[in-house]
């Protein structure tokens, strides 16, 4: 017979892994945006997020996933879960946007 709760538990598990890595991932490409730019060398910082984001991420999936695809699968679904939250909470507001929009800048007077 098949025991349902403990693979709903895993499954839930899996879930909400994927969305930590998620939230990682993208919430540090955020981080590393904002300081990078500013950064006098940009290159170090970008490269330095890449590889130990990308590192982190492919380890918890290899964790996570432990050659179960049905794991695998729901761990990529709370990664990308996790992309669309993270793209939500880090755009600008209203205000910043109405700050750079075209109307709101003046031509210098003559």
């Known amino acids: 017979m098949i025991d349902y709760g403990n693979w709903v538990l895993a499954g839930a598990g899996a879930l909400l892994a994927g969305g930590a890595l998620g939230g990682i991932f993208f919430g540090g490409l955020w981080w590393t945006v904002r300081h990078g730019a500013s950064s006098p060398t940009p290159a170090r910082w970008f490269l330095g997020s890449l590889i130990l984001r990308t590192a982190v991420v492919l380890l918890g999936f290899y964790v996570v996933g432990a050659a179960q695809p049905v794991r695998l699968g729901l761990c990529m679904l709370g990664f990308l ?30």
């Open 81 to 110: 879960v996790a992309r669309a939250v993270v793209m939500r909470v880090t755009q600008p507001t209203a205000a910043a946007k109405a700050a750079h929009s075209p109307e709101h800048r003046h031509a210098p007077d003559a």
